[in-house]
């Protein structure tokens, strides 16, 4: 699938941009805070409905329309793919002093309103940005994010348990909490018990085949980006107690029985918690290079190469799950590679049908340059097409 044609309207800093854009390789030119990385967040967000960066969708919105009546931002894009040509529009609507005006995202799909459950993944796109490190170096929380971001654009089943997920668990956690201060029945437990460990078995086992299908394929790239002198392992660890590496239930029934067993057994450690112990908002990823932790063992050139080679695979596991293509998009990430991993990263993604690379350095990336089929200029929010050398 390709973008063919991109809208933006009053999004972080710019007001109102429309792009034609190529088949192939697309290259942004532009000093750092112009907006390189708001176009990628953009592209990014019709995909997964998701920010890349922002935590409140106020956030997105134009500053200086924020204490106007009704601030909204606008994105919109079409896209060509073998399951039939897309219009994709999502409106960002900031908070208002109204309280008829409900901040959040409104959606359409070809014109008709969508819950954006329905929506994401209509658009497929894998993101590499400089922070991705983080999915190596940093806690849980972002490789859980990693593969709920991933997982969430090929399966609506999987997005739909995270949602019902959180919102069980926080029922659940709030009537731990009453339980411990004596002010509800244990008994009230087994019925939120029940609802966690269905949907938890569903998650559990959604990313435990996702890992089964990108480890190989990330340590494939691993191995080619550093000449053959660094192996990489990447383990999932589910917080469900009682299991090693080597024991894995093989469906969703063994997951939501393995759960409900380990919600019983700690029944009384999590009410003295008054929090909820076990279940896929405590997982982890092990990340290993040459069999030793990459947080706290690998060079910070190592856990990039890492970080790399596993969103490599997410392009691929995008690309095996939805029979097409994803969107590339690469923000400013090619300049901190030497030459030889820049090559083997500009080797793999010219098999996609698009890609999208930013940079502040052009200099640096002069290959990228001479092969791009669509090459702009980012400035102050404005974007322009440059046609020449």
């Not at 437990?189 to 569903?202: I, K, M, P, R, S």
């Not at 090693?244 to 019983?264: G, N």
């Not at 080679?309 to 090619?334: K, N, Q």
């Amino acid at each position: 699938m390709f973008i063919f044609d991109l809208q933006i309207a009053n999004y972080r800093n710019y007001g109102r941009v429309g792009l034609k854009l190529s088949k192939g390789l697309n290259l942004f030119v532009g000093e750092n805070a112009q907006g390189k990385s708001n176009l990628l967040e953009a592209i990014y967000l019709l995909s997964t409905l998701r920010s890349s960066r922002a935590s409140s969708d106020a956030d997105l919105v134009r500053r200086d329309l924020l204490h106007t009546e009704f601030p909204v931002a606008r994105l919109s894009c079409e896209v060509e793919r073998q399951a039939g040509n897309l219009q994709l529009e999502v409106a960002i609507v900031g908070r208002t002093t109204d309280p008829s005006h409900k901040a959040g995202k409104r959606v359409r799909v070809n014109g008709v309103p969508k819950r954006a459950s329905d929506a994401v993944g209509q658009l497929a796109a894998v993101l590499f940005t400089t922070l991705d490190i983080e999915i190596v170096a940093g806690p849980p929380l972002m490789r859980r994010r990693y593969l709920d971001m991933m997982i969430s654009q090929v399966d609506r089943g999987y997005l739909r348990a995270m949602q019902r997920y959180a919102k069980v668990l926080q029922q659940r956690n709030s009537l731990l909490k009453r339980i411990q201060a004596r002010e509800a029945n244990a008994a009230e437990l087994n019925f939120w018990d029940q609802e966690l460990a269905h949907a938890g078995g569903v998650i559990f086992q959604a990313r435990a085949d996702a890992l089964g299908h990108i480890v190989t394929q990330a340590q494939f790239h691993m191995d080619r980006l550093s000449d053959g002198m660094e192996d990489l392992q990447i383990t999932y660890r589910p917080a469900i107690g009682g299991m090693d590496a080597t024991d894995s239930p093989i469906d969703e029934t063994e997951w939501t029985a393995r759960m409900i067993r380990a919600l019983t057994n700690l029944r009384n450690r999590e009410i003295g918690a008054g929090a909820t112990l076990v279940g896929p908002h405590r997982d982890d990823v092990s990340v290993e290079i040459n069999s030793l932790p990459a947080d706290s063992f690998a060079s910070r050139a190592q856990q990039r190469t890492a970080a790399l080679s596993m969103r490599l695979a997410e392009a691929s596991y995008l690309r095996r799950a939805l029979g097409d293509d994803p969107i590339v998009l690469l923000d400013d990430v090619l300049s901190e590679l030497d030459a030889r991993r820049r090559r083997g990263v500009l080797e793999f993604i010219d098999s996609f049908q698009q890609t999208i690379v930013t940079t502040a350095e052009p200099d640096r990336v002069r290959e990228v340059m001479t092969r791009a089929a669509g090459r702009f200029v980012v400035r102050a929010g404005s974007i322009q097409r440059f046609e020449g050398e």
